[in-house]
Each structure stands twice: as C-alpha cells, then as structure tokens.
C-alpha cells in the first residue's frame, strides 16, 4: 500500500468535508493503491489547530502555511482557506514540489490564477481544483447520457444557485468568519462563490462558453468591517444573472444569489436537447430529472430517475441499491478519483488549467457586468 500524505490548510467547513473524505476511502474504495495519510494541518490559530488535529486525528499540526508546505513528510498540499491565499500557496507548494488540491474558486482573478497553472505545470506536480458537484453520482450520470448523445443537438442549459443568508444589512463583513463578504478576501461575490460551481458543471456537461452578457447588483452597500471596526463600501456582488452562448450553439442562462429568501443552497440545472431533457437540483441530489421525447407518447413524461443502483456512478462502492448517499460523498469521490489518477498516470479533472478556463468565464461575467457590454470569454475548452 502505497501512501500520500496529506497537508491540510484551514481547519472550518472545506477541511471538515476532506478531512473526512481521507478518512472514509480506505474502508469504501479499498481497491486503489494509494491511501491518504492525514499527516498535518495548518490554521492560524494555535488553540484550534490543535483541537482540529485531535479531533481528525492528524498526527502534526503548524500555525505557518510556510512551513507546512516545506514540511519533508508532506506529499500533497490541499488548500482549504480563503481565496485570497490560494496563490501564494499553491505557487509556494508547487515550487516545492508537493502535488497541490486546492478549494474552489482558484483565484480572485485569472492574472493571479496564471502563476498558479504555470508553477503546477513547471514543477510537473498533479493538481486538481475541488469543483466537487460533478461527482454527485446524478451529476455524473447526466454526464455518460449527454455524451451518450440522448438529448441530441443541445438548445439551451439554465443553472441556479440560490441562497439567502446575507439579507441583513446589520451583517458584517470581513474577518475569520465573513471573509466571503470582503472582496479583498473573496475576490468577487456570488461570481466565484456560487457561479463558479455553475459554470464548472456546465462546461463539463456542454462544452465551452463563449461569450457572456451579465447584470450584477450590491443590494448592501456598506457593511461594518470586522477587522477595522469601520463601516466600509461592500465590494462583493450580492446577485448576478448571466446569459451565453456556448460552442455547441447553445445558450445559457445562470442565475446566482444571497438574496432569495427562503432558498438555502437550491442549485439547480436544465439542459433541453433535441429529443431529450435532463434537469438536476442539490436538494434532491440523488435524483436525475430526464424526459425523453422518444417514449410512446400515451406514457411521456419527466422520469424521475433514483441515482442509487450499483450500475450508475460511483454507488457500487456505497450501498444496497435503494439506499441514498449525501453531500459529503462527492468529495470522497474526487479524493478516490485524484489517488486513482497518481496509479494511472491521468489528470484528476477539474485541473488548475480547467478551473482557470471557468474563472476566464468569471472575469468575463464581471466585466461585463461593469461595462454593460458582452463580453468574449477566450475560453479555450477541452
Ligand atoms: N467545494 C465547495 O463546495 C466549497 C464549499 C465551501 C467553501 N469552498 C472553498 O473552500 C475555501 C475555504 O472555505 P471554507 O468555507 O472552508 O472557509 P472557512 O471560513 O470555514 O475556513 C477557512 C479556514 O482557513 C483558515 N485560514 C485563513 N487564512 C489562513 C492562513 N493564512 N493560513 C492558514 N489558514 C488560514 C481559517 O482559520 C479557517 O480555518 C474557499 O476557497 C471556499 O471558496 C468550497
């Protein structure tokens, strides 16, 4: 049994959802060769890494990203902070030559996102960027049936992401816990939080995006920030709503908030072919919507497909038929998927250069939105 050994950055709700992926893939895919080995965690906080450690059972813990990544008994740097760290990291383990998994979205922008596939690519480390949604098995599944060509010519794909927990305007921002609602930090809002995800899944599914025409509101305008004290201008995008084309002829339209009220996390997405539809939604993640024209027309109409049989996406691993698997499993499918490509030699995707392509989409939706004007995506999409 061979082993990687982990090095992990933070230690709030991405640390928690890896560190327990590691935990269970020894016992659910014992199949693989590699197995990981939770060497150590790094977070700011003296009191909480080392709570983190035992709790996890991480066998070391350090207060220093720096000497994390320097560290002799890590093979792999997984990145699980703030998105403003992302770069520095990543590069700094890279350099040397640690594999890197990094939390979504890569950067705050592509100029600082470049560096990061370059020192990847340079250093010939393997990576892969935690857009954990494909490897919902449903997710999957729409996956095998799109590229099965059931649905046909694609005319439209139509993705949400909808929550609401930033309604109160007495909501601060900034600081350890509200990081997401200051742009230096964050990067963008909703663009990368939330759409990033979308347009993650989307190109995986359709192809590429070519160009975007997009509207964003800051509904709060001023916040206090947490670290200054001082009311401060919001800089993040509350709402954004987007409308494309993609390569396949198809268009797109994407929706994402913090502002619908009553929505929690509904991410959702429509694909309309030819001669079939496909439609997903997270808070019923183990069912894939499909209508297929096809059918004698007396009995048509949406399936209402259970995601949960040994033959579709990753269940064998899980259950008896029947029995439904939850959020938590997509990221021990993309860790399971990442230690199997270090025995095949193939890129785990999402890569760094794959999640650069979607955070050329959220630059180009920003941009767009500032400049009321469309906007050419220069995607370059496998
Ligand atoms: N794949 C997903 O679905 C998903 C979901 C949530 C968050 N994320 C991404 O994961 C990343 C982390 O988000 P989160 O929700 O876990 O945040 P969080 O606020 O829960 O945790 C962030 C952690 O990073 C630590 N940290 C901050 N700066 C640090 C530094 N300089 N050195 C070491 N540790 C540092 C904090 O102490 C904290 O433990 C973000 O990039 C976010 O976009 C992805």
Redesign the pocket.
Known sequence: MKKLRIGL???????RAHSNAYKRIGDFFPELEYRPVLQAV????PE?VKAFAKQWEYMAHETN?QAMVNREDIDAIDI????D??AEIAIAAANAGKMVLC???LARTVAEAMPMVEAVENNGVKNTV???YRRVPAVTLAKQVIDSGKLGQIFHYRANFLQDWTINPNLPQGG??L?RLDVKAAGSGVTG?LLA?CIDTAMWLNGGIVDVSAVTETFIKERIHQETGKMEPVGIDDACIFHCHFENGSLGLFEATRYARGQKALKTFEINGEHASIRWDLHDQNRLGYFDHGDDSVVRGWRNIHVSDSDQPYIDHWWIPGVCIGYEHTFVHHAADFLKSLETGEPCSPTFQEAMETQKVCEAVLESAKTRSWQDTNVSWI
């Open positions: 950055i933070g230690t709030g709700f991405m640390a790094c977070s700011r906080s909480k990203w699980c902070a703030p998105n760290t992302h939390e979504k979205p935690w857009y954990n350890e816990a990081w939080d995800h």
